[in-house]
């Protein structure tokens, strides 16, 4: 084993994160593609402060509005907070 294998996302999808979305917002922080990258490239663990540090300061605002809001620490590598699953993170959302 030399190292992580990482395929190279399609060209549709973001290089960095793998994930199709719009060039001003966030690169999606829990993606495996992500984290490796990121992680590849500055010897830390991936905030979500780091995933929107290219974006307008008002998208970035929101998003860590709406992060925050569900209990999400944009300035901590734990992506999820304390998050555990995808029903959790919808009643988050809702309340
Ligand atoms: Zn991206």
Not at 5 to 21: G, L, Q, T
Not at 22 to 45: C, I, S
Not at 48 to 58: F, K, S, T
Request: charged share 25%; aromatic share 8%.
């Amino acid at each position: 084993m030399t190292g992580w294998m990482i395929i190279p996302p399609s060209d549709e999808k973001c290089p960095i994160c793998a994930v199709e979305h719009h060039v001003d917002n966030p690169h999606d922080a829990t993606t495996f593609y992500y984290r490796v990258l990121f992680k590849n490239q500055h010897g830390r663990e991936a905030t979500w402060n780091d995933a929107m540090l290219h974006c307008p300061e008002e998208i970035r605002e929101d998003w860590t509005e709406r992060l925050t809001k569900v209990g999400i620490d944009v300035n901590s590598p734990q992506v999820f907070g304390d998050i555990k699953s995808q029903e959790e993170l919808d009643q988050r959302l809702a309340t």
